[in-house]
């Protein structure tokens, strides 16, 4: 020890390696820990103690202690100052002996008297200059405890600050991103996402060397997001049709990051995609961004500052903060999640088509940005920028979707696993199936069920055009949430529009579409009726109407447009067929004559496309019954020509028949007559053939009825469960055009009655009436 103590003292550089310095500490330790002497002795345990915070480099130089040092080095500076005093002194005694010496021996004291001053100012500067180094040593040492004590108060405030600020995030997205809302029409109706949330459908978008994009495998982690052979996508673009769940995945990514130890795993949701919750842990920050909330703002910085910092801290705070971010984009690895691309709009005279970085690191930053596929279509969102492009397409599992949003809105009173089968069988009657592609559409046909329909008999009354009125109504309040109605000045040409707050003040954009999606669907060239190209689309436009109309219809939802290899670059669909189906029906709702000046000539072409027009049957019976009538009449006059009477089914154009009787009656469409040449009856569409029947009992040629011994049971089951009983009546008097009679099974009674000949007439004229149990 004692050994150590010279070394360090008399060292000339104040340098030692780190294994001499592992061993001064080992020495030192076992000294102080003496257990005969030093073991119990305090001063000495406190000299371990600051020796071992020393070891691990958290032994802080007190204000006290750094006093302390200072004044040693001052009682230094004194004690060379007395010193060469000191010397001086006697050396002027030295002299005044030498002086008196020199009376008497002049000669020889004056040689004795200059070789001692030799010696003396030799011994002088010897001393000032070891004195001097001394003081030379000291300050250095004392700059370079300075230099620490100052500098790890700087990193420590800068982690506390980063954690603070990374704490402050964690709370504001619990506070106002973990809850989002079930309908357009309706923000305030908010749920929390892990209540509705269902694992989404994402595939990864091939981009080849030509520029075809080409679907490939799905993902199911974050890390084959994030990470493609374990180098990072700095660019992630997720594409999806309005709808499909990017922000609500986007949503879900923000609380994963906020929860890293609570897996988004609820009772109903035992799915385990995307929950490698540790891959997005290594992003120190999470920055998200809604981009239809900083509309007129081009740099990511900015809108940070403006939507998240401003929001977070006091006024007085920014200045340090800002300075604080600045600093955490240039060294800290971060996520930017920029949700809604296509709703951010950049500032004038700017052509940016995507917010820039100025400010970050490109090699510490992602950025993950959502948008629909018609804004990722722009030629210059280059394909070189684009690390990876996903697609999202709805959820994996629809029937889990199904359940936990019904979950959240019942009333707990309710079963409901029984409430889940009423509502997937009013889906598959409906054929609505198609709708649960889009989480968004799925979600309001769940919530206006639920709100229209509370019981079973309802459900034969429930309207798609109303259904349909709903969805084009939110689709048109994503881009003009200003509210207008229809009223007795102002009247809607079909009954399904007239209680809507959103669609009058949008009505001459959706007529126009409507002009739209009706002469595309009856197109001469059917492969351009459903997808079709700008050139294509700008033929039922005026030149300014058709940059509007588009431009409406892409950002409410109504298209959808997607980049492809064609001489344009891109090509235009409507959301979903039906939507296209839906504004073509009531454009012929509005404009009857089109049956016969259009729909004639196309069903001529296309003779074998009659049941093609179903769909926008069953919506024209819910807006017009006279044009509905005159469109099945058309269309009946092909099937008669290629329908072969089935004697176990009813055929297509009957169901099809029933469904829009379904539809008139829920419309309010007193005046439906349809006429059908074909009728199949069995127990199973009994009550709704019957009102087919009486309806077109004049142009029926053919008439079946065929009730099978499983049906006849399972009537008699439900006799047993108190059901009451019923029949129906089958008058084939006016039945002029009969011309094929089959009746086979049980319970069908055939009653004939005649009336007596008047004068020369000797024929009994015989009618028969069916009766049904």
């Excluded at 349909?468 to 009223?487: A, D, E, P, R, W």
């Amino acid at each position: 020890a004692r050994e150590i103590g010279r070394t360090v003292r008399h060292s000339s550089q104040c340098k030692l390696t780190d294994a001499d310095l592992q061993v001064i500490f080992t020495t030192l330790t076992n000294l102080l820990n003496d257990p005969t002497c030093l073991a119990h002795d305090v001063a000495s345990q406190e000299a371990v103690n600051k020796l071992a915070k020393l070891q691990n480099d958290i032994l802080k130089i007190t204000t006290e202690e750094m006093m302390h040092l200072l004044g040693a080095v001052e009682e230094k500076l004194k004690e060379v100052e007395n010193l060469a005093e000191k010397t001086l002194h006697e050396i002027r005694e030295s002299i005044q002996r030498y002086m008196n010496d020199l009376k008497e021996h002049k000669d020889t004291c004056k040689q004795q008297l200059d070789e001692h001053t030799k010696t003396c100012e030799v011994k002088l500067d010897e001393h000032t200059g070891a004195c001097e180094m001394k003081l030379d040593k000291h300050t250095e040492q004392l700059k370079i405890a300075l230099d620490e004590h100052s500098r790890k108060p700087v990193e420590s405030n800068y982690e506390q600050s980063c954690e603070d600020f990374r704490r402050r995030l964690i709370k504001h997205y619990s506070d106002k991103s973990s809850y989002v809302p079930l309908s357009t029409l309706d923000q305030s109706l908010d749920k929390r996402i892990t209540d509705i949330y269902a694992t989404p459908k994402i595939n990864r978008i091939d981009i080849k060397k030509d520029g075809t994009r080409k679907k490939e495998e799905s993902l199911s982690s974050y890390k084959e997001m994030f990470y493609k052979n374990d180098h990072a996508n700095r660019r992630i673009y997720v594409q999806g049709e309005p709808g499909s769940g990017k922000s609500t995945f986007a949503a879900k990514l923000v609380h994963d990051w906020c929860h890293e130890n609570q897996p988004l795993l609820t009772a109903r949701n035992k799915n385990t995609a995307f929950n490698d919750l540790m891959t997005i842990q290594t992003f120190k920050f999470l920055f998200f961004i809604s981009l239809r909330n900083v509309r007129g703002q081009k740099d990511i910085s900015q809108m940070i500052k403006a939507q998240l910092v401003d929001r977070m801290y006091s006024e007085d705070d920014l200045d340090g903060v800002y300075k604080l971010l600045k600093k955490c984009m240039e060294t800290e690895q971060c996520l930017a999640v920029l949700d809604g691309l296509d709703e951010w709009v950049a500032p004038e005279r700017c052509n940016l088509v995507e917010p820039t970085m100025s400010g970050f690191q490109k090699d510490n930053v992602t950025v993950l940005t959502t948008a629909r596929p018609w804004k990722l279509a722009d030629e210059r969102i280059k394909n070189s920028q684009i690390d990876i492009l996903l697609e999202i397409q709805g959820v994996s599992d629809q029937d889990m979707f199904c359940v936990n949003i019904l979950g959240c809105i019942i009333d707990d009173t309710k079963d409901l696993d029984n409430t889940v089968k009423k509502f997937q069988k009013f889906v598959k009657k409906r054929k609505l199936k198609l709708l649960a592609s889009s989480p968004m559409l799925y979600t309001l046909v769940i919530c206006t069920w639920v709100d229209t329909i509370q019981e079973e008999e309802h459900l034969t009354e429930y309207s798609l055009c109303a259904l349909y009125t709903t969805l084009i109504q939110s689709l048109c309040k994503k881009v003009n949430s200003t509210s207008g109605y229809f009223n007795s000045l102002n009247p809607s040409r079909v009954e399904c529009f007239s209680s809507t707050s959103y669609i009058q003040p949008n009505i001459e954009l959706l007529d126009k579409l409507a002009v739209a999606a009706f002469k595309l669907l009856f197109s001469r060239e059917r492969e351009t009726s459903i997808v079709f190209s700008d050139i294509t689309l700008s033929n039922y436009f005026s030149g300014e109407e058709f940059t509007l109309c588009k431009t409406f219809a892409l950002k409410a939802g109504i298209l959808t447009n997607r980049k492809d290899k064609s001489k344009t670059g891109s090509s235009n669909s409507f959301i979903h067929k039906t939507i296209q189906e839906f504004l073509a029906a009531y454009y012929i709702a509005c404009n009857a004559y089109v049956i016969d000046d259009v729909v004639v000539g196309y069903l001529k072409r296309y003779n074998d496309s009659y049941l093609d027009l179903s769909q926008v049957f069953i919506f024209l019976c819910g807006m017009n019954s006279i044009a509905a009538n005159a469109l099945l009449g058309l269309m009946d006059e092909y099937h008669v020509a290629r329908c072969r009477f089935h004697y176990l089914l009813p055929c297509e154009l009957q169901n099809i028949t029933e469904a829009g009787f379904r539809e008139a009656e829920a419309g309010k469409q007193n005046t439906i007559l349809l006429k059908l040449s074909h009728v199949f009856i069995n127990l199973n569409n009994m009550r709704h053939s019957h009102r087919v029947f009486s309806a077109t009992a004049s142009n029926i040629q053919a008439f079946m009825i065929h009730i099978s011994l499983s049906e006849v049971l399972k009537k008699l089951r439900s006799f047993a469960r108190g059901e009451p009983e019923s029949h129906f009546v089958f008058n084939l008097a006016s039945c002029h055009k009969l011309k094929k009679l089959r009746l086979a099974g049980e319970g069908i009674y055939l009653t004939a009655f005649g009336r007596q000949a008047r004068g020369n007439d000797t024929k009994r004229r015989n009618h028969f009436t069916l009766r049904v149990d």
